[in-house]
């Protein structure tokens, strides 16, 4: 299953980039409710580099790792939920009036015909979600 979304915000790519972080995007991530990290964080820089770790719960818990990070541009999530493996790519673009912020999840389920069958019914679902994620760190941002 693959949603992708975009949104042009109206502030630069740094300020998008500052939401990137675990503890900043339980803010706008849809039914993210907290975030705390599992790996050691000594500087602010920290929380953005490759193998950063956090323990995230929302309807699920489950625990998620960057795995490329290029600062104010690009962002990979790897999120081991139960019974599933998703990957979240978050790309920064500069544009004349601030950023496109585009979301990219790729979920894999199991169960082979059915997963894909229940991949295509929580498609939906998963695009309104990341609708509402976009909305939300557009709103956070331009504040």
Known sequence: ???????????SPEKVWEMMAFD????????????????????PKDKYRVGASAHIIGPEEFDAEITESLENEKIVY??????????????????????KFTHVIDAE??????G????RVMRGAGEKDAEKSLEKLKSIVEK
Do not use: C
């Open 109 to 114: 389920l199991p169960w082979g015909v059915f």
């Open 24 to 43: 900043k995007a339980v803010e706008w991530m849809e039914g993210w409710k907290s975030g705390k990290y599992t790996s050691e964080v000594h500087n």
């Open 78 to 99: 790897r999120l081991k939920v139960p019974k599933m493996t998703a990957i979240i790519t978050s790309i920064l673009e500069s544009v004349d009036e601030g950023t």
């Open 1 to 11: 299953m693959r949603i992708e979304k975009s949104i042009e915000i109206k502030a």
């Open 116 to 119: 894909k069958f229940l991949g």
